[in-house]
C-alpha cells in the first residue's frame, strides 16, 4: 500500500503565503521580536498534495472496480477481505460470505484501528448498486489504500434477488429523444471552493475533508434523469464520456470534460462553479461517484447522477455497447441469509 510524503520546501514555498510581520516596537517582549502570521490557501495545498502524491482521479487506476466473478472466485482467500456498506437489515437479509458491514463514515477507523489494510490483495467495498460503494472506494483511494475495490453493479451483480429492484428496474430509455448534439463551452477558469479546516499540513486537511465525505451520505449526492432534463439550468452539468461519444448525443446542456484528464489543476479543474451543484454523469455512475467523491473532498457541491446514462438513454448504449447493464451483468451466486434484528436499521437502495 502507497504512503503518501510531503515535499518540504518546494511544496511549502508555491502553496502558503505569507503575511507581513506584525507591528512595532513594544507589541512584543523587550527582544523586539516579531510574530508574523501566516494564511493558508488550503484547496491549493490539498490539490497539489493530491496532484503529487498519485493524482488519482486523473490516472490509470480510476475506476477501480472489480467483478462479482473475481470475488466469487476467491470468496475463501485471506487475502481478499469484502466489506459490505449496505444498511444492516439489507445486509443481514443477504450477503457475500465472509463480508464485513461497516458503515461509511467509519471506515477510517475501521482501516486505521481494526484491520492491517496492507495485509489485503483486495478490499472490495459493497453496496447496492456499485455507486455509493465507488464513492467510498474513491475516498479510500485518496487517502492512499491502492488495494481497494468497489465492486461493480454491486449485489445487482451478484445475484438476481438483488438486482430486480435495483438495477434491473432503473435502466431506461425515456429521453432519448430529448439529447442534443451540439457542444457546449466551458466555464472560464473561476475561484474554487474555500476550505476551512484550520489546518495547514495537507495530509491533516485531507483527513478531515475524506471524513466528512464519507459522513455525508451518498444519497444526499444522487440527481435523477428527470432532474436534469427537466431542471437542467440548475446544475452545471458534466459529461465524462470521451468526445466522440458526447458529439453522438448527451444531455442539453452537458460540458463534455474528458476521463483521467480534465480535472487536474492544469487543465480543467478551475472551470468548475461554486455557485452550483457539479452534477458529473458517466455511463453507470460508477467512474461519476469517485468524481463526486474526489470534487467533494475539495469542497465542491458535487452531485452524481444515479445509475448514469442508462437511467435515460440505455437502448443507445446497448446499440453501441457503451457500458449498458443487462442480463449479462447479474451472476446467479449464492448468498448467505442471517436473522434480522428487529431493532436494525437500513439506509435503503438509495444510497446505491
Known amino acids: 500500500m502507497k504512503k503518501y510524503s510531503v515535499l518540504f520546501l518546494s511544496f ?13 516596537e513594544g507589541d512584543n517582549s523587550t527582544n523586539g521580536d516579531s510574530t508574523a502570521t501566516v494564511e493558508v490557501n488550503e484547496f491549493e495545498v490539498l490539490v497539489q498534495y493530491l496532484e503529487t502524491n498519485g493524482n488519482f482521479i486523473n490516472g490509470d487506476q480510476v ?20 466489506i459490505d456498506l449496505r444498511g444492516e437489515v439489507d445486509f443481514l437479509s443477504g450477503h457475500i460470505d465472509h463480508a464485513t458491514n461497516i458503515k461509511s463514515a467509519d471506515l477510517i477507523d475501521y482501516f486505521e484501528n481494526q484491520i492491517v489494510p496492507a495485509d489485503y490483495d483486495k478490499i472490495i467495498l459493497v453496496c447496492y448498486s456499485g455507486q455509493s460503494a465507488s464513492y467510498a472506494t474513491s475516498v479510500l483511494r485518496i487517502l492512499g489504500y491502492d488495494n481497494v475495490y468497489a465492486l461493480k453493479f454491486g449485489m445487482s451483480s451478484w445475484n438476481p434477488v438483488f438486482a430486480q429492484n435495483l438495477w434491473s428496474a432503473k435502466i431506461s430509455s425515456d429521453y432519448e429523444d430529448q439529447l442534443e448534439t451540439a457542444g457546449n463551452a466551458m466555464n472560464p477558469a473561476g475561484d474554487h471552493p474555500t476550505l476551512n479546516t484550520g489546518l495547514t499540513d495537507p495530509q491533516e486537511i485531507l483527513k478531515v475533508r475524506a471524513q466528512a465525505a464519507l459522513e455525508s451520505p451518498f444519497s444526499s449526492h444522487l440527481v435523477k434523469a428527470e432532474d436534469l432534463f427537466v431542471n437542467g439550468n440548475q446544475y452545471y452539468i458534466m459529461n465524462y464520456w470521451p468526445t466522440d461519444k458526447y458529439d453522438q448525443g448527451h444531455i442539453p446542456g452537458a460540458i463534455q470534460y474528458t476521463p483521467k484528464q480534465s480535472l487536474a489543476s492544469t487543465a480543467s479543474l478551475y472551470t468548475l462553479p461554486i455557485d452550483k451543484p457539479v452534477v458529473t454523469y458517466c455511463f453507470t455512475g460508477q467512474h461519476a461517484a469517485f468524481v463526486t467523491a474526489y470534487l467533494t473532498i475539495l469542497g465542491y457541491d458535487a452531485k452524481s447522477l444515479g445509475f448514469g446514462a442508462n437511467s435515460f438513454m440505455h437502448n443507445i448504449l446497448k446499440a453501441n455497447d457503451w457500458h449498458a447493464f443487462g442480463d449479462g451483468a447479474i451472476n446467479n451466486y449464492e448468498y448467505i441469509e442471517e436473522e434480522v434484528d428487529p431493532n436494525a436499521t437500513s439506509d435503503g437502495p438509495s444510497c446505491g
Request: with cysteine.
Open 63 to 82: 475506476p477501480a472496480m472489480i467483478s462479482a466473478t473475481d470475488v466469487y472466485e476467491n470468496i475463501d482467500n485471506a487475502k481478499y477481505k469484502v
Open 12 to 24: 511549502i514555498l508555491t502553496a502558503f503565503l505569507f503575511a507581513t510581520s506584525c507591528g512595532s
